[in-house]
């Protein structure tokens, strides 16, 4: 069973992974994130579900966290693949392509040196991510794009509320197709107060 994880109240996130800008209506309250700080929260939220949250975080949880993706002998590795043309399709030209490109090695870089120092490893592959050998004991991570509608009741009945383009996490097993994680990402503004949506707000300095 997977969980539907979605960046709460408080938190910046940007694309890949990720950024939330505005493709429609109101902006000036809600301001753009930088994508060198988004590069390291979204590195620390697939850290967490690759290692599990840290023992500072743990201990803190009033329920117990899901246990942690790579495991000796199970899955050693991930490889995480970016679907470029489809957040600049529907950036509409807000971002570019080299913008994407150095975020996406930043998180790679930043989840791999952690990594390392557990034993396990990651690496960026082409979007859609390539088959796997069989028996290759590797997880497939992918960051695709979404779209959300932001703002308030009255701004979404008026047709002025910001639409905001969202990451989306999926952790997979090649070997079966199923999606283990799935984890959605914005700006910051909570935009539906879905009861199974939480804060996720790590970085990789927090491992």
């Not at 790679?108 to 050998?133: E, I, M, Q, T």
Request: with cysteine.
């Amino acid at each position: 069973m997977t969980r539907r994880d979605v960046l709460g109240r408080g938190a910046a996130l940007a694309l890949p992974a990720a950024a939330a800008l505005l493709l429609s209506g109101c902006s000036q309250r809600m301001p753009r994130v930088g994508l060198t700080d988004a590069s390291d929260l979204a590195a620390g939220s697939l850290l967490e579900a690759l290692l599990g949250p840290p023992s500072a975080r743990a201990v803190t949880m009033t329920a117990p966290p899901e246990p942690a993706l790579l495991k000796k002998g199970v899955f050693e590795s991930v490889v995480v693949a970016t679907d470029v043309p489809g957040f600049l399709a529907m950036s509409k030209g807000a971002l570019k392509e080299q913008e994407l490109r150095e975020t996406e090695e930043r998180v790679v870089k930043n989840v791999n040196d952690v990594l390392k120092r557990y034993g396990f490893s990651a690496r960026a592959v082409p979007f859609p991510p390539p088959a796997l050998a069989a028996g290759d004991k590797t997880l497939v991570a992918t960051l695709t794009p979404q779209t959300e509608q932001g703002g308030s009741p009255a701004e979404r009945a008026t047709g002025t509320a910001p639409q905001l383009l969202l990451v989306r996490l999926t952790i997979t097993d090649p070997a079966t197709g199923q999606a283990l994680r799935i984890r959605d990402f914005y700006s910051g503004r909570d935009v539906g107060g879905s009861p199974n949506r939480r804060r996720a707000n790590l970085r990789a300095s927090d491992y």
